[in-house]
T-cell receptor, first 113, second 112 residues
């Protein structure tokens, strides 16, 4: 099973809302990732968690707050977002942070109004 | 059909023809490369990968070629089908950071 699941599939939120994106994998992978993808652009790395610890933060604004409660779960907490943050948010996992194959979830389509 | 140069946004091929999608990568230290297929509204789907100590790898209907001398990667799809229509991204894995760096992507359109 090479499945990464993400919820919700779609999310519409106002600029004053607080919401969370969730990601789960049961492949025993020890590295998990958040990517942001704008329309017609490649995914851009936001955060990397390795063995449940944050190892890379690609200078992401603090209105995005990642959390890794355990080795199977990854959350992205959202607060005070801007309309330009509207995008597809993708979660991925791999065996280790320098692991070979990175498997992606289907993404959460986020719209900030 | 073939995409040429560093990046061609769209490649249009006839069903049944072979497709070649090209990609140039930037980091000589990258040790691993992946091709992804992304259909509309979905996340990237792993197609095939290749390590830097190889120059060719074959899968089912797909072949990846790696030329480290010119830092060039290509994906060949044999007997292209309508279901192959998607955006294709190459990605290089930076060995020192584990970061996956994506190319700009090529849209493959398959004409029936």
């Amino acid at each position: 099973d090479t499945e990464v699941t993400q919820t919700p599939k779609h999310l519409v939120m106002g600029m004053t809302n607080k919401k969370s994106l969730k990601c789960e994998q049961h492949m025993g992978h020890r590295a998990m990732y958040w990517y942001k993808q704008k329309a017609k652009k490649p995914p851009e790395l936001m955060f990397v968690y390795s063995y449940e610890k944050l190892s890379i933060n690609e200078s992401v604004p603090s209105r995005f707050s990642p959390e890794c409660p355990n080795s199977s779960l990854l959350n992205l907490h959202l607060h005070a977002l801007q309309p330009e943050d509207s995008a597809l948010y993708l979660c991925a996992s791999s065996q280790e942070s320098q692991g070979r194959s990175k498997y992606f979830g289907p993404g959460t389509r986020l719209t900030v109004t | 059909g073939e995409s040429v140069g560093l990046h061609l946004p769209t490649l249009s091929v006839q069903e049944g023809d072979n497709s070649i999608i090209n990609c140039a990568y930037s980091n000589s230290a990258s040790d691993y490369f992946i091709w992804y297929k992304q259909e509309s509204g979905k996340g990237p789907q792993f197609i095939i990968d290749i390590r830097s100590n190889m120059d060719k790898r074959q899968g089912q209907r797909v072949t990846v070629l790696l030329n480290k001398t010119v830092k060039h990667l290509s994906l060949q799809i044999a007997y292209t089908q309508p279901g192959d229509s998607a955006v294709y991204f190459c990605a290089e894995n930076e060995s020192n950071t584990g970061k996956l760096i994506f190319g700009q992507g090529t849209t493959l359109q398959v004409k029936p």
